[in-house]
């Protein structure tokens, strides 16, 4: 019988359950595959990586890519894409400014137990580091046109009654670091920060500023923190002698009013009487300099726990004697 009729008479005598003999065992290679597959294993992955990080001065990115390469422990699926990769996508890693040491003009390393906490950045959250094989990552950060400039608030505040700034407002950094062409740098002399609005104010504040953004220059940081205390108050009025202060021997003069009205706020609750040791002075340097002998009232500091104070009259007429 030829071999083409026998071929065809055996197909002939195949039935379902042949069928389904080779369905299965196809099945279960499939789920051997799979169940092997899905088990960790110990094995290497590299991926290629940029730096980024704001460094006064430099660049916001590494010019280089670095590979950094690990035993890790994934499933196999995950080494099985990595051996067949032909071509790693570039990672871009954000890093923390402290974890970089300067080892060379320009040149910023990543060193030891530091890439630890890189880990999930590196790798991604399925594999598990065993072991660093390069553990030592340099990052060239080029040099660019910058410049130190102020950041300036505009603000509004309106604290709520009895209650007042105990201290001056405070951003930090109250300077940062622009970065851009010459002719860009050039026309910027401040930054600002977004504008703000505090009213009914009757507690420290504190917060977050944006910065408004420029055209054609970066920023060293994208937002400042403000702080403003804030305390209750409460006042004390007081008649105060006016002093002479630093007046040469021989020489004296007299002061029109002797006395002042003196009003202080004073935080609430007071831990003691600041009256007793406030004290106001005419500088005879004051007068000397003067053209019509009316001076202001000077206080040398101010006693703990006084907030503010102003003084009736502003201005005393001065007279030497003879």
């Known amino acids: 019988m030829p071999l083409k009729e026998r071929i065809r008479e055996r197909m002939k005598s195949w039935n379902g359950e042949g069928i389904i003999m080779i369905l299965s065992l196809l099945l279960a290679v499939l789920i051997w595959v799979l169940t092997n597959l899905s088990k960790e294993y110990s094995g290497t992955i590299s991926v290629p990586v940029v730096a980024q990080c704001n460094i006064d001065g430099h660049g916001m990115e590494s010019t280089n890519t670095v590979l950094v390469s690990a035993r890790c422990r994934t499933d196999g699926f995950r080494l099985l894409r990595e051996r067949s990769r ?8 954000p890093f923390d400014r402290g974890d970089l040491r300067n080892t060379a003009p320009h040149t910023y390393c990543v060193i030891g137990g530091t890439l630890n906490s890189y880990v999930n950045q590196f790798f991604g ?6 072991a660093f094989i390069s553990d030592t990552l340099k990052f060239f950060f080029p040099p660019v046109n ?4 102020p950041v300036e608030v505009v603000k509004s505040v309106v604290c709520r009654s009895q209650y007042m700034p105990s201290g001056p407002f405070r951003v930090t950094p109250d300077s940062i670091t622009v970065y851009g062409d010459d002719l860009h740098l050039d026309a910027v002399e401040r930054v600002m920060a977004s504008r703000l609005l505090l009213s009914d104010v009757h507690e420290s504040q504190h917060g977050v500023l944006r910065l408004t953004p420029v055209k ?4 060293s940081t994208e937002e400042v923190s403000f702080e403003l205390p804030v305390s209750r108050f409460v006042e004390l009025r007081t008649t105060v002698p006016i002093e002479v202060w630093n007046a040469p021997a021989g020489r004296e003069i ?3 009013p002797p006395t002042a009205q003196v009003v202080m706020r004073c935080a609430f609750p007071l831990t003691k009487d600041p009256i007793p040791s406030f004290k106001l002075y005419v500088d005879w340097k004051d007068f000397n300099a003067s053209l019509t002998g009316r001076c202001a009232a000077r206080t040398i500091r101010l006693p703990s726990g006084v907030l503010d104070y102003r003084v009736e009259p502003e201005v005393f007429d001065c007279v ?3």
Do not use: S, T
């Open 320 to 322: 030497e004697l003879h």
């Open 254 to 256: 007299q002061v029109y």
């Open 86 to 93: 032909r071509e790693r996508k570039v990672v871009v890693i």
């Open 125 to 130: 959250e399925g594999a598990q580091v065993e």
């Open 146 to 149: 910058h410049k130190r400039v």
């Open 216 to 219: 054609g220059v970066r920023f």
